[in-house]
């Protein structure tokens, strides 16, 4: 099949950028009818052919040895033929490009974009002639694939039914996965299994193959089509399948159009595989120009009461969301440098069966015991911020009916984000059709992959940012929106209140590593009286709630616990005061998968790092080099770490060493940390 180097002609070298046209020349190939492009430093490199059927493959290799075996390329359809045989290679193109652009927020200022593309039209060699281009980018960190159908008479709507590209292993390994098409959406525990086990599960899918290379299989720009779950058909072969629909078709698109990326990171090792940037630089540029009306910034809220059931959403004497009641959380932020203040309950339609049923929800109406304008011009002048919190029930139609009105009065009151929410089980979120019809959708089929960015386009309209929970993943298309400035889309700290069961001690190392790749999480971190309802035991250390600032990333970032919780803990209550939520830089110093973590953050404007470390049930002692920090500068590091016997099995659970030492570039910090435990530390410039 790789027989002979064929020379690329000088209109396909044309095509490159003139800095990598040497790589081009050199990674791209022609072999027995198949077209080869390597990445910029030639590493991966991946083929497309077509076999003695007409059928399309794709396959990969990573320095020479196979990563990605020969896997189907194509799509089943409803009310035609399937795209998946009868096709030859109808030409090719390639190029590359070397640039860097900058994100307002995240994890790293300045993103580089460094690939090699490989774009193959395949057309049908039958009397329908039909023609569909794959286009790849091959990155030195991993690859992206999707499909672009041109507009074409024999080919003008695609009603797809499902997906047919594979993944096709050369190995197998061990994968940390959720399962997909459950009806808890995205919040389960991770499961560990080889992954010739795996059934079906949502991206991103994390492995560690025999050989030690680390893949994670995920998807970008996820406009206007259904999610992609990963489906194992045997072995080590697996397929994309789309999330389903109420209606025959999966997705239906008018051509011309193009699919989401279908993206794969490779590394070496699990720092490596979070350090790739593969996703945001799959999605288009931001749309939405100058956001600079959004400020990452910290918040607290009337939240973590209701999850104790010390309070509640609904009307009457228990309502979390009294006037009096925010009137103090708005006084707590203030005192304590919290840009917001979280309001659930507010807003008519709590009161009943609320649950899968969001008819009777209003966003612009507050019940009688929440006073809004009092309450808005209130945190003005304190210096805050209330957010709204739109919960939905899973009656999308519902809020899209109200949206301009929703955000309308939102932004009146000086609401500068909303949290959404689509309290539902999968399967269940209503849609309303032109005729009256009702029916029921996933939470992240095509339906809902189009109602997130009409929610997102509506918010922006009026400087407003959002944060949904109950969400679609997230596919990086915070660059092109960067408004999405977070979500949930996993088991976050409510887990821990309600013991059903808590989250485990290797959670945040799982999370990392896993939902993490996809982008920021609103985890709703820092309960520091580590209690549930009823005063059970949450599975953590102090100072690992602490580490969970850095370890979980967000632009937004909660100081989930009750107020009279913190004036419990007030040494370490400082850190959360003092962390910083934007950076513009990360770098992952340590860490395996589901077992522990360290990684450091530069914050954006005060140049100081901060570092979080987490573990698992096990307790370990990590060697922290400090050679991310300025040369010829001496720093404090405000250490705040595990304290001997701190374990989150027993009463220990708190004991935590708050320490400051004098520390330079060069040094090495030794961190232990207990059962359960972590740390966290900022350095400051002396």
Known sequence: MMRGLMALTALTLASAAPAF????????????????????????????????????????????????????????????????????????????????WQQPWGEWQTVRDRHTELRVQLKETTALARVMDVVFRVFDDGFGFRYEFPGQDNLKTLNIADELTEFALASDGTAWWTPAGEWNRYEYLYNKTPVSAVTQAHTPVTMKLADGTHLAFHEAALVDFAGMW????????????????????????????????????????????????????????????DVSWFTPSKYVGVWWEMHLDKATWATGDKLGAKTANVKRYIDFAAKNGFRGVLVEGWNVGWDGGWFDNGDAFDFDKPVAQFDMAALSAYAKKKGVHLIGHHETAGGASQYEAQLDDAYRFAAANGIEVVKTGYVTDAGQ????????????????????????????????????????????????????????????????????????????????????????????????????????????????????QLAQYIVLYSPIQMAADLPENYAKYPGAFQFIKDVAVDWTDTRVLNGEVGDYVTVVRKAKGSGEWFLGAVTDEEARTVEVK???????????????????????????????????????????????MGPGGGAAIRFVAR
Not at 629 to 641: D, H, S, V
Not at 655 to 666: M, N
């Open 21 to 100: 046209a040497q790589d081009v020349a050199q990674g791209t190939a022609q072999r027995d009818g198949g077209i080869s492009v390597a990445s910029p430093d030639g590493t991966l490199r991946v083929t497309v052919t077509v076999d003695g059927d007409g059928r399309p493959h794709y396959a990969v290799t990573r320095g020479g040895k196979p990563l990605v075996e020969p896997s189907r390329l194509g799509f089943l359809l409803t009310d035609a033929p399937k795209l998946e045989r009868n096709f030859a290679i109808a030409s090719h193109t390639t190029s590359s490009a070397d640039t860097t």
């Open 230 to 289: 990963l489906r194992r058909v045997e072995g080590t072969r697996f397929r994309a399948t789309l999330s389903p629909s109420s209606q025959a078709a999966r997705v239906s698109r008018d051509a011309p159009f193009t699919t989401p990326w279908r993206t794969v990171r490779v590394a070496d090792s699990a720092p490596q595989l979070y350090m790739s940037q593969l996703e945001l630089n799959l999605n288009e540029p931001n749309k939405l120009g």
């Open 429 to 544: 979120v209503d849609r309303d059709w032109p005729d009256g019809k009702r029916t029921q959708e996933w939470h992240d089929g095509q339906f809902m992959a189009r109602h997130h960015l009409k929610v997102v386009e509506t918010a922006a309209k009026y400087k407003i940012a959002v944060n949904p929970h109950e969400p679609i993943k997230d596919t990086g298309l915070r660059r092109t929106y960067p408004n999405w400035v977070s979500r949930e889309g996993a088991r976050g700290q409510e887990y821990n209140a309600w013991g059903v069961p808590k989250n485990p001690p290797e959670h945040e190392a799982n999370l990392f590593f896993t939902r993490m790749l996809a982008g920021p999480f609103d985890f709703t971190p820092g309960v520091l009286s580590l209690e549930g309802k009823n005063g059970e035991p949450i599975h953590s250390t102090l100072a690992k």
């Open 626 to 672: 400090l050679d991310f920090l300025e040369p010829g500068k001496t720093f404090e590091a405000q250490i705040y770490r595990d304290g001997e016997g701190a374990d989150y099995r027993t009463a220990k659970r708190h004991a935590i060493v708050i320490e400051k030492k004098t520390v330079k570039r060069g040094d090495t910090l030794p961190l232990w």
